[in-house]
């Protein structure tokens, strides 16, 4: 499929997906498509930021690559490395067999066929299907080095491999880049990227939302699963819910063929939403009670 020719048809593209953004996020996934530049996603955990690569991976018809980013991820883990069990398995069998020329074995011990490609050096290999989508998810769990690392291999959308030299992308491939701001991601990195702050959404945007995601839910229910996360969300607590939260709640409250919130389902189910002890004892008893009746409240036509 070809990429979306207007800020409209990126919204509409992704909602068949299943995935509904504002305008702002739209516009942003448009430029970052027209202009061919990295789009770094910020934001907390569990609002959409991973699912919109994805939902475009999804939609265009590309291949989705994923780079799940940890502390200590290196080079080497992110683009290649050699497969060192096979690469002993073929000395051994040379040297059995007599033919250990030295030369012609290191040649073929560093060939392609000894090549474990990571998500880097995958995403810069050519696909009839078009360039793939680049997912780098949680990059502020990496380290600066790291950063400066993909600041080079994203300028240049190349890697070089001493034994078989530079590899370059024949097409970039389309870059998203997640952060949940756990720390500060360096501004050099940034400014290479089109930016993009994906926050909670408003009431009315959540609903659409889990419409989208879980469609079976009434529309009672879901109105007053959406009100309570965001009340919940003004509460003093450790973790806030995500959509991601909200979409897994009343898939629960679903398989339990809940009709309607009662303080006692709540306090039952509080897991699906809540991840932290200390959160899900702030809400147990008539915290839930409250919190349900201010949802509730706010449902009912001024």
Not at 33 to 39: C, D, Q, S, T, V
Not at 49 to 74: H, P
Not at 79 to 101: C, H, K, L
Request: proline share 6%; with cysteine.
């Amino acid at each position: 499929m070809q990429t979306p020719e207007s800020i409209d048809a990126v919204q509409t593209m992704l909602a068949d997906t299943g995935y509904v953004c504002g305008r702002a996020l739209a516009t942003v996934v448009f430029l970052s498509l027209k202009l061919g530049r990295p789009l770094f996603l910020e934001g907390e955990a569990g609002v959409g930021k991973t699912e919109i690569a994805k939902a475009l991976a999804a939609s265009l018809g590309r291949k989705l690559i994923r780079l799940q980013c940890y502390e200590g991820l290196d080079a080497s883990s992110a683009v290649y490395e050699w497969n060192f069990p096979a690469q002993m398995i073929a000395i051994r069998t040379a040297e059995a067999s007599g033919n250990a020329d030295r030369e012609m074995l290191q040649r073929e011990l560093f060939s392609p066929d000894f090549l474990v490609e990571r998500p880097l050096l995958e995403a810069m290999r050519p696909d009839e299907n078009g360039a793939p989508v680049l997912l780098i998810d949680e990059l502020d769990r990496t380290d600066e080095p790291f950063e400066a690392f993909l600041l080079e291999a994203l300028s240049d959308f190349q890697v070089t491999i001493p034994e078989l030299g530079t590899i370059k992308a024949p097409e970039p491939p389309i870059v998203i880049l997640t952060s949940n701001r756990t720390r500060e991601v360096h501004d050099a990195l940034k400014r290479r990227c089109l930016y993009h702050w994906v926050d909670y959404p408003d009431f009315n945007r959540e609903l659409e939302i889990l419409h989208a995601r879980a469609p079976e839910a009434a529309a009672t229910l879901s109105r007053e699963i959406v009100a309570f996360v965001q009340r919940l969300r003004t509460e003093d607590i450790f973790k806030k819910p995500g959509v991601a939260e909200t979409i897994d709640w009343a898939k629960c409250l679903l398989a339990l063929d809940v009709i309607d919130l009662s303080p006692e389902v709540i306090s039952d189910t509080l897991g699906a939403i809540l991840k932290y002890q200390d959160d899900i004892q702030k809400l147990q008893g008539s915290e839930a009670k409250r919190l349900l009746d201010e949802a509730k409240a706010s449902l009912e036509p001024a």
